[in-house]
């Protein structure tokens, strides 16, 4: 009887609870789902701020609480970005665009594709006006393609060339006692330069030194044609800091004028024929995509199919911010199989990671190349194992700023043995064979480095041999500008790397020349399923580790902690890029 009551109980606090929860869910719907929905009507201007994480591929969530609780406002993908920027071209609601931004969210690849559509859009004969407080670098390169840039009469541009910056750990191993043994390939694969040294090496300041460059003088040429500056005029304004404040960057043709927010609205208002007691229609490009301006309409029947490979390459399923072998094989073969798709670009955005990932779908593009054209399109990144899935293509797109090759490999494995020894721990072993066993809290022997050497130089040679023969190249020609080198997109095109340098609808019209198709639309590739507990850990009363981490540490010492965090982590050899690049 205990026990019929008991079950009881039990069933009715469980349907309790349900209720309770769907109760729950009703009432934060209806607090958040009050939206209204977008109109853009005449005379409006189109409002970029990219302040929205950009990635290459952001698709609509499948899970309807996403845009209940704002989930899906996160990202923004680059392709609805150029796609709505394409669709303003034509709309006659839409007189010009306005630029303001604090701080761009994306990379110098992705903001180059984004300038190179507002260039198409200016050939529109509509305006583009850009204003700020305050302009970092990336903000002021991707606002310099405007017709006309204000800055705040006291604001400020920081403007000074790239830079970037690399943390080193050896002190802190031998105090702390906690070291990283390192076995690597490549005399510039200095992912584990950190744990090695105090200072950076030769070889790697070369080769920062030497893409940086490239990046920046990319960079340069295009302010100079937008801005009708001499190269040698703008990098002496970098070196003299001559855009400092709004007076300087006058005299310099930096900008064109100082006035307040209120003075720009109004001239936005002048160039959209609306009086100045008027109210100014602007709509943001992210209100602007979700009234379906975000794709371009086709009813061809003809497909190009592209894949978006974006984030680190980890060995199992993957999702939005990582690249698992689940996930794009998947991709893969549902888009060989489908009937109407003729062609297939692989978008990649990546620093690898897992060489054992990378193998595994560099094999199922392999199998995809036999039945359809395959062509690569880089984004910021595309290096190490990143670049090993490019290798195959039939043809390598890449943009200028694009950072690739990396070709090189290496393992990282953590050793406790001198902490150990340091506070009285001894280990003991006891094994039934005498293979080369190996113990965090015991200094590596000589037979288990030599095994996982082997490992290491065994994964590079395979390396070796895919870009070699994706390359149509020789081995040796590859070993000499691989050895964990980092190219820019300018660069690799000219020791063979790439093919081409194009963004991502150069690469989609070049795969439909292969497939010999003029009528065709494009289908994105993964679909990503929503896992509803971590979406909820997005709450504000239900922080995540890493905000709470950022919150205790501060940014600086939060980036020190993840980066040794995620070193620590690595299983495998590794095939990644050989350092975080924060380029500033």
Not at 98 to 105: A, D, K, P, Q, Y
Not at 263 to 284: F, I, W
Not at 358 to 366: H, K, N, P, V
Not at 544 to 555: D, W
């Amino acid at each position: 009887m205990n026990f019929l009551r008991n079950l009881l109980a039990s069933i009715f606090g469980t349907l309790l609870a349900l209720g309770l929860i769907l109760i729950l869910f009703v009432v934060v719907a209806a607090a958040f789902g009050d939206t209204k929905k977008v109109t853009v009507a005449k005379n409006t201007v189109l409002e970029i701020k990219l302040e929205t994480v950009v990635k290459d591929y952001a698709p609509k969530s499948e899970n309807p609480f996403d845009e209940i609780f704002g989930f899906s406002k996160r990202y923004i993908g680059l392709n609805t970005i150029l796609n709505a920027i394409e669709n303003a071209k034509t709309d006659e609601n839409i007189k010009g665009i306005s630029i303001t931004t604090l701080g761009v969210n994306a990379g110098i690849a992705q903001i180059q594709a984004i300038r190179n559509k507002l260039l198409e859009f200016k050939e529109t004969g509509k305006f583009i006006k850009a204003y700020a407080d305050i302009y970092d670098q990336k903000s002021y390169y991707f606002s310099s393609v405007s017709d006309s840039i204000f800055l705040n009469p006291v604001g400020a541009i920081d403007f000074k060339g790239l830079s970037t910056e690399i943390l080193f750990y050896k002190d802190l191993e031998d105090k702390s006692g906690v070291k990283m043994e390192v076995i690597r390939h490549g005399k510039y694969k200095s992912a584990v330069e950190p744990y090695l040294y105090n200072k950076m090496s030769d070889n790697n300041r070369e080769q920062i030194t030497t893409f940086l460059t490239s990046i920046w003088n990319e960079m340069v040429s295009d302010i100079s044609k937008s801005r009708n500056i001499t190269r040698t005029k703008i990098n002496n304004i970098a070196d003299s800091l001559l855009a400092r404040n709004a007076t300087l960057a006058i005299e310099n043709n930096i900008i064109d004028a100082a006035i307040y927010k209120d003075e720009y609205t109004n001239k936005l208002k002048e160039a959209t024929g609306v009086s100045t007691d008027e109210k100014l229609n602007k709509v943001s490009v992210e209100d602007y995509i979700s009234t379906g301006k975000g794709r371009v309409i086709s009813t061809a029947a003809n497909k190009i199919a592209v894949i978006y490979a974006q984030g680190e390459i980890i060995y199992g399923k993957g999702d939005e911010n990582f690249i698992g072998q689940d996930l794009i094989i998947k991709a893969l073969k549902k888009a060989r199989k489908s009937k109407s798709v003729k062609a297939i670009v692989l978008r990649v955005n990546s620093p690898g990671g897992s060489a054992l990932a990378s193998e595994l779908i560099w094999r199922e593009l392999e199998l995809t190349k036999e039945k359809l054209p395959l062509v690569v399109s880089m984004g910021n990144v595309a290096a190490s194992g990143g670049y090993y899935l490019a290798c195959n293509a039939d043809r390598i797109f890449a943009e200028p700023t694009t950072i690739t090759g990396s070709i090189g490999v290496f393992g990282v494995i953590p050793n406790f043995s001198q902490l150990a020894k340091n506070i009285g721990i001894n280990a003991e072993q006891v094994s039934t064979n005498k293979g080369a066993n190996y113990s965090i809290f015991e200094p590596m022997t000589d037979a288990f480095r030599l095994v996982t050497t082997e490992g290491v130089e065994a994964v590079y040679t395979t390396f070796l041999e895919r870009v070699a023969k994706g390359r149509n190249m020789t081995i040796e020609a590859v070993d000499s500008i691989a050895q964990g080198r980092v190219w820019s997109g300018v660069d690799a095109l000219s020791n063979g790397l790439v093919d081409e340098l194009g963004n991502l609808e150069d690469a989609i019209s070049y795969a439909a020349e292969l497939a010999e198709v003029t009528d065709f639309r494009v289908r994105n590739y993964p679909s990503y399923k929503v896992d509803i507990e971590n979406k909820l850990n997005s709450f504000p009363f239900m922080k995540s580790k890493e905000e709470v981490l950022v919150e205790e540490l501060g940014e600086a010492n939060y980036k020190i902690y993840k980066t040794i965090k995620e070193f620590s982590k690595l299983e495998g050899v590794q095939a990644r890029l050989p350092y975080s690049i924060d380029i500033k």
